[in-house]
């Protein structure tokens, strides 16, 4: 079936872009949130579209009259939930990616449309997972959008997989005392600043400002 009205949830630099985007395609965009804002009720519509959406679409939505599709930042189904890039890094996964899938009343678990892994080197950062992920969906966007307003996407369901719920992540690296006192006694602000060397990458320890 065409797609009538499409509904598009989104946050950060990718949302008001893809949604100009969208707004050239053959659908009427019945709402549209590019800040993250929590929403509790639509217009009526066919189609929902969350990419990159920081909050749970509510439940009664899933009344089997309209379908949402996910662009998650992560590959499935072995990184579902939050902070992945993180969990990625320190459960030292080989792989990482991208995916879309269609939504269903759990959190990461509809069936697959497509999704896109690259190899993690070893000097990674979690942004570079971040934005490697990010450059992956807005392909996956491009490429499937067309499609699903035209019409269902075929999908394959997911496997047992792991779902990270969103927590607070540490702010500082630990270091022994003879470490900090190494830090401390090569910092010469605004010249001189101690470096840390994690596989082969080269890390600058700057001093936060003081208040």
């Not at 949830?9 to 395609?25: A, F, H, M, T």
């Amino acid at each position: 079936m065409k797609i009538r009205r499409a509904v598009f949830v989104s946050r950060g630099k990718w949302g008001p872009p893809l949604l100009r985007w969208l707004k050239k395609q053959s659908c009427e965009i019945a709402y549209s949130d590019t800040e993250n804002r929590p929403i509790e009720t639509f217009p009526d519509y066919d189609l929902g579209i969350a990419f990159l959406y920081g909050h749970r679409i509510p439940l009664s939505e899933f009344d089997g009259r309209k379908r949402w599709v996910n662009f998650h930042s992560g590959p499935l189904p072995e990184f579902r939930g939050a902070n992945l890039a993180y969990h990625a890094i320190m459960q030292r996964a080989t792989h990482f990616g991208a995916s879309i899938h269609y939504m269903d009343l759990n959190f990461d678990t509809g069936d697959l449309i497509e999704v896109q892994r690259f190899k993690i080197k070893p000097n990674y950062t979690a942004g570079d997972l971040v934005q490697r992920s990010h450059r992956l969906l807005l392909r996956l966007f491009r490429k499937y959008i067309p499609a699903l307003l035209e019409g269902s996407v075929p999908s394959t369901p997911q496997s047992n997989g792991r779902y990270y719920r969103k927590s607070k992540l540490p702010t500082y690296v630990e270091l022994t005392s003879d470490q900090e006192l190494l830090v401390r006694a090569l910092t010469v602000h605004p010249i001189f600043y101690a470096r840390v060397m994690v596989e082969g990458r080269s890390y600058v320890i700057l001093p936060e400002a003081k208040e």
